[in-house]
């Protein structure tokens, strides 16, 4: 079992950056493909971003697409979210996830994912 915690949520205005991390312990994440998701109050996780375990496949919802960069190192047994440009909209408590995986299948649903962090809050102001 692998476990997750979120850091680098934070207060930002539009149009500024956050780098969230995802730091894993307990297994190596190289065994994992991992995702981000978030959470708004009042909605549904939604998916976010999704990397595969070796870090060449990567896939972006539309609502971040471009001004979102997901990235790991697995010598390191992280992943970071860089967020630039960002939005009211992106007000949310986020959270890793990893999905036990060596084979890159997209996958952007909750329940496709094995385990996950405590979330981290980022708060965009306008």
């Known amino acids: 079992q692998v476990q997750l915690v979120e850091s680098g949520g934070g207060l930002v205005q539009t149009g500024g950056s956050l780098r969230l991390s995802c730091a894993a312990s307990g297994r190596t994440l190289s065994s994992y493909a991992m995702g981000w998701f978030r959470q708004a109050p009042g909605k549904e996780r939604e998916f976010v971003a999704a990397?595969?375990?070796?870090?060449?496949?990567?896939y972006y919802a539309d609502s971040v697409k471009g001004r979102f960069t997901i990235s790991r190192d697995n010598a390191k047994n992280t992943v970071d979210l860089q967020m630039n440009s960002l939005k009211p909209e992106d007000t949310a408590v986020y959270y890793c996830?990893?999905?036990?995986?060596?084979?890159?299948?997209?996958?952007?649903?909750?329940?496709?994912?094995?385990?996950w962090g405590q979330g981290t809050q980022v708060t965009v102001s306008s």
């Open positions: 990397i595969s375990w070796s870090g060449i496949s990567t």
């Open positions: 996830a990893a999905k036990a995986t060596r084979r890159w299948v997209v996958a952007t649903m909750s329940w496709e994912y094995d385990n």
